[in-house]
């Protein structure tokens, strides 16, 4: 299996870097400004087509920057029962050991949860284009 690469930088850095760009930096500057190399601001922006990901919302439209989804919490102490993290958050203790056991990451040989490597995986899995289901699956077509 190929190795999915570096997981980005966080959401903040990137949305800092869109706040420089909105006050009027250049990409390559606004990304020195915020830490990472020239290029890769170069990229971000090429890749959105010189928009933000948040079109509506971002302070280049009088607004303010979306809170992260929250969906991965570190809350949790890692001595805690699936049941009692699962009580906490109003999910399914099955859910909850799902998400435990399939997002677990070698780590100084034991396997450890990082909440920052399944929300990488997550947005990975999600991006798009997308092969339509209907497209890929004949049974569901017929």
Known sequence: MRSPGRPPPRREVERAFWAKVA???SSEDAAVAV???GP???RWF???GG???SL???PSRGGTWPSPSGRRSRCCAPRDGVREIARRIGRAASTVSRELRGNAATRGGQLAYRASVAQ???ERAA???KTPKLVENEQLRD
């Open 23 to 25: 006050e009027g930096l």
């Open 35 to 37: 830490g990472v190399s």
């Open 40 to 42: 890769v601001g170069s």
């Open 46 to 48: 090429r890749q959105r």
């Open 51 to 53: 928009m933000s990901a």
């Open 56 to 58: 509506g919302s971002g």
């Open 120 to 122: 990488w995986k997550a």
């Open 127 to 129: 991006r798009r284009p």
